[in-house]
């Protein structure tokens, strides 16, 4: 049933600040063995639990302390939790010192990778929770059971579970970006829509030709993205070249049946950028393509001097209409665009051994899947209740959210979304997106674990391989090299950094995935 979020009462209010500021003395006074924690049903225990934990959220959005959603979260629970916020600039180090320390804090709300979540459990700082969720969150165990893929991407290879995920609003792969293209230039020079790379081409040429402010110059950008790691996944070309076949990750990895693919020495990549280059040579590509920062790349697609750009969708630039088109259709019939995995984030709670309740923090984590809760969880104050179901209202700037939003674990699938939130126009036009861009999708990297030794060699590897890449795709596309007479010298430099082990690693990464 439904309840309009409220303010909590001043009692309670009181009651709460003077149980965050005893935290230390309240769990001294009350032994864990003689609190009955409840498997089931609201409170979790009938003594009022008190425990600390770090908030690892986003900069400028307040402090966890200050969250109305925690407060009543509270109340729902009778477990009270003092939130030592984390965010903006040294928020690891903050964080990395906090786990190093003599008093650790019983749980941890986002901000550690996977390869530091294993260091850590090895060192006995995390604790396995697969035996508490089992017992003492329904809520998560009955996500679990349902999705065992889920179950699987949060398990790690040592077979425990060290942290909570937060599940978004759509459990398939989705494209992480789409192809959006100038429509009110398209219809002032009497143009189709593109269909193929050499229509695609023909547009640019068109638009090159455009005089916005009647000077007689050419003062467009035809066409803009962000090729560099790792914006190329955001707001480059990761699904673009599937025009070509193959498709890009942030580890340029592929995913081809039951192995991996390193795409960057693949011949489908070779003509790709021998395309982007020819591209580049006519003045069809923005000339900065290299040299931009995200900040000046936003500026630029936001100008109306843009011809076609990529990103997750298009922006609304007043007085011009950007709208996203399907994946272009490549010289040899490919008509393929990469995906990502969304529907899960990883590591969104984690309980450390020196908790004396974990059972009773292991119910408060699982009341964070309950509809309502997940929903002022992730949107706080931009959550209007309307009905039996809510809107989402724009933010206004300056002003947090009041909730954690994706920095704690939530169950927010899309059966939940399409019941709960109203569909706005925005929401609406996504889901066109994702609809126009389902056929098209390559089978998306999976979100595999690896072990401690595996990602220690992987960083390592991955430094040397991605500046090879990144600086011959820049030389190659800008034509200050070419690419067929460096292709024989740029892959014996991949093999001689270690190629060939980062892909073992990989797929053996992969296999024992799949037999999970």
């Known amino acids: 049933m439904k309840k309009s979020r409220i303010i909590v009462s001043a009692f309670l209010a009181v009651m709460a600040s003077v149980a965050v500021s005893g935290c230390g003395k309240q769990a001294e006074k009350t032994s864990a063995k003689t609190v009955e924690v409840k498997k089931t049903g609201y409170p979790v225990a009938d003594e009022p639990i008190y425990i600390k934990a770090i908030g690892f959220g986003k900069p400028g959005n307040g402090e966890w302390n200050d969250y109305p959603i925690f407060q009543d979260i509270s109340k729902q629970t009778n477990v009270f939790v003092d939130y030592q916020t984390i965010s903006g600039d040294g928020a690891d180090e903050k964080l990395n010192l906090a786990l190093a320390s003599k008093k650790l804090p019983d749980a941890v709300f986002s901000g550690l990778s996977s390869q530091k979540i294993l260091s850590y459990a090895e060192k006995g700082i995390l604790r396995p929770l697969e035996d508490l969720i089992e017992d003492y969150a329904p809520n998560i165990k009955r996500v679990l059971d349902e999705n065992p893929e889920i179950r699987k991407a949060i398990t790690f290879p040592d077979g425990h579970i060290y942290a909570i995920p937060s599940i978004n609003e759509d459990q398939k792969p989705v494209q992480s970006t789409t192809l959006n293209i100038n429509k009110t230039w398209l219809d002032q020079l009497g143009l189709e829509i593109p269909k193929t790379t050499d229509e695609?081409?023909?547009?640019?040429?068109?638009?090159?030709?455009?005089?916005?402010?009647?000077?007689?110059?050419?003062?467009?950008?035809?066409?803009?993205?962000?090729?560099?790691?790792?914006?190329?996944?955001?707001?480059?070309?990761?699904?673009?070249?599937?025009?070509?076949?193959?498709?890009?990750?942030?580890?340029?990895?592929?995913?081809?049946?039951?192995?991996?693919?390193?795409?960057?020495?693949?011949?489908?990549?070779?003509?790709?950028?021998?395309?982007?280059?020819?591209?580049?040579?006519?003045?069809?590509?923005?000339?900065?393509?290299?040299?931009?920062?995200?900040?000046?790349?936003?500026?630029?697609?936001?100008?109306?001097?843009?011809?076609?750009?990529?990103?997750?969708?298009?922006?609304?630039?007043?007085?011009?209409?950007?709208?996203a088109i399907e994946p272009l259709k490549g010289p040899?019939?490919?008509?393929?665009?990469?995906?990502?995995?969304?529907?899960?984030?990883?590591?969104?709670?984690?309980?450390?051994?020196?908790?004396?309740?974990?059972?009773?923090?292991?119910?408060?984590?699982?009341?964070?899947?309950e509809t309502e809760n997940s929903l002022y969880l992730r949107f706080g104050n931009s959550l209007k209740p309307v009905g039996d179901q809510y809107e989402l209202i724009p933010s206004i700037p300056g002003k947090n959210s009041e909730a954690p939003e994706s920095y704690v674990a939530t169950n927010l699938c899309s059966e939940i979304m399409d019941t709960y939130i109203i569909e706005t126009k925005s929401i609406k036009e996504k889901k066109e997106r994702i609809e126009l861009y389902s056929k098209y999708l390559a089978p998306p990297v999976p979100l595999i674990n690896l072990t401690i030794e595996e990602s220690k060699q992987i960083s390592s590897l991955f430094v040397d391989i991605q500046k090879i890449v990144d600086e011959n795709k820049a030389r190659w596309t800008t034509n200050q090299s070419d690419i067929d007479k460096d292709w024989e010298a740029y892959l014996e430099s991949l093999n001689n950094v270690g190629l060939e082990k980062y892909m073992e690693i990989y797929n053996a990464a992969l296999a024992r995935y799949l037999s999970n």
């Open 200 to 323: 695609f081409e023909e547009v640019l040429c068109a638009f090159k030709t455009m005089d916005l402010d009647g000077g007689g110059k050419n003062n467009v950008i035809p066409f803009t993205y962000e090729p560099k790691t790792p914006y190329n996944i955001w707001n480059g070309d990761a699904g673009f070249s599937g025009a070509f076949g193959i498709t890009d990750s942030s580890s340029y990895l592929m995913r081809s049946g039951d192995e991996f693919l390193f795409t960057p020495v693949q011949e489908g990549y070779k003509e790709y950028v021998k395309w982007t280059a020819r591209l580049y040579e006519e003045g069809l590509i923005d000339v900065e393509l290299f040299t931009q920062d995200h900040n000046q790349y936003m500026s630029k697609i936001g100008s109306s001097r843009v011809g076609a750009y990529l990103t997750n969708g298009p922006l609304e630039t007043e007085g011009t209409e950007y709208i």
């Open 332 to 369: 040899n019939g490919d008509q393929v665009w990469g995906s990502l995995d969304f529907s899960i984030d990883k590591n969104r709670g984690v309980i450390t051994t020196s908790n004396q309740y974990p059972e009773a923090t292991m119910r408060y984590m699982d009341s964070f899947f």
